[in-house]
């Protein structure tokens, strides 16, 4: 199993990008998805997830209303579609992957498949 994460990138206050994270190597189409982020010393922490079918998605608080998690199956791609973009979501950005039938919040599930991280920077 692989994730591909990119679309990083340096963007001004307000600005906007699209994460991508490319799967491959899943035995079945049923995973989750979240994306995680982690800022220069401080904790790694998850703000995005979507569930195995796509039906739902939860976002952790200081996200809502401006980032949007998606997914395209045909793709095997995961889109993180973020707006109005703020210095503090400067970070590495992650996503991760479990196999099985999850919905809800799914931040604190235990992820065995990960990315290998896109900077994000925000900055004036």
């Known amino acids: 199993v692989q994730l591909q994460a990119s679309g990083g990138g340096m963007v001004h206050p307000g600005g906007s990008l699209r994460l991508s994270c490319v799967a491959s190597?899943?035995?079945?189409?049923?995973?989750?998805v979240a994306w995680f982020r982690q800022a220069p010393g401080k904790a790694r922490e998850g703000i995005a997830c979507?569930?195995?079918?796509?039906?739902?998605?939860y976002y952790e608080s200081s996200v809502s209303g401006r980032f949007t998690i998606s997914r395209d199956k045909d793709k095997n791609t995961v889109y993180l579609q973020m707006n109005s973009l703020k210095p503090e979501d400067t970070a590495v950005y992650y996503c991760?992957?479990?196999?099985?039938?999850?919905?809800?919040?799914?931040?604190?599930?235990?992820?065995?498949?990960w990315g290998q991280g896109t900077q994000v920077t925000v900055s004036s």
């Open positions: 190597g899943f035995t079945s189409d049923y995973y989750a």
């Open positions: 979507i569930s195995s079918t796509g039906g739902s998605t």
């Open positions: 991760a992957a479990q196999p099985g039938y999850y919905s809800g919040n799914l931040l604190d599930l235990k992820f065995a498949h």
